[in-house]
């Protein structure tokens, strides 16, 4: 895993011509799970993206085995400067002290690169359930404050299509 990786959003169609002229790359294929039309293609590759209008971010944290299959949540925030420090060191403390919640394969903390403030927390469940029920965990309480419209919260999740390289 690279410390950088890109997104970008399109059509099945589309997003899968993309993957194809770049096999040599690690481009994930993952459909949103709350529509049938909403695709997300992941370039893990951490070289210079090849998406045209790409959102690119920076991995400040990773943990867990690089597993995609399943359900995968992505929670947006925007965080003030301030908010920032507190963010980092209530991730830095969990990963340190991870006991991996049931059913979780592997979690990341994401900054988007052309913006400080915005964060996201990247998590690959085995099921929407386990992924439920570490929402309302002690191991999640940290984080909880997070999802309120005061921190622009919103949250995708997506379901793993296909990869090229597995």
């Known amino acids: 895993m690279s410390g950088k990786i890109s997104a970008t959003f399109g059509t099945r ?3 899968t011509m993309i993957q194809q002229q770049h096999a040599d790359r690690d481009l994930l294929l993952m459909q ?3 529509t049938e039309d909403r695709y997300m293609l992941l370039d ?3 070289e210079k993206t090849v998406f045209s209008s790409p ?3 920076d991995v400040l944290l990773a943990k867990g085995n690089e ?3 399943g359900m995968t949540s992505f929670i947006f925030m925007d965080l003030p400067i301030e908010e920032q420090k507190v963010f980092n060191s209530k991730f830095t403390a969990f990963r340190a002290e991870f006991e991996k919640p049931n059913g979780l394969k592997h979690f990341w903390v994401l900054r988007e690169a052309k913006n400080d403030a915005a964060f996201v927390i990247v998590t690959n469940w085995h ?3 386990e992924y439920a029920v570490w929402l309302r965990s002690e191991s999640f309480k940290p984080f909880a404050k997070y999802l309120t419209p005061d921190f622009d919260y919103h949250e995708s999740r997506y379901a793993f299509v296909r990869s090229l390289k597995s």
């Open 13 to 15: 169609k589309i997003l």
């Open 32 to 34: 949103a799970n709350a």
């Open 44 to 46: 893990l590759s951490g």
């Open 55 to 57: 959102v690119s971010y």
């Open 67 to 69: 597993d995609w299959h």
């Open 127 to 129: 099921s929407d359930s």
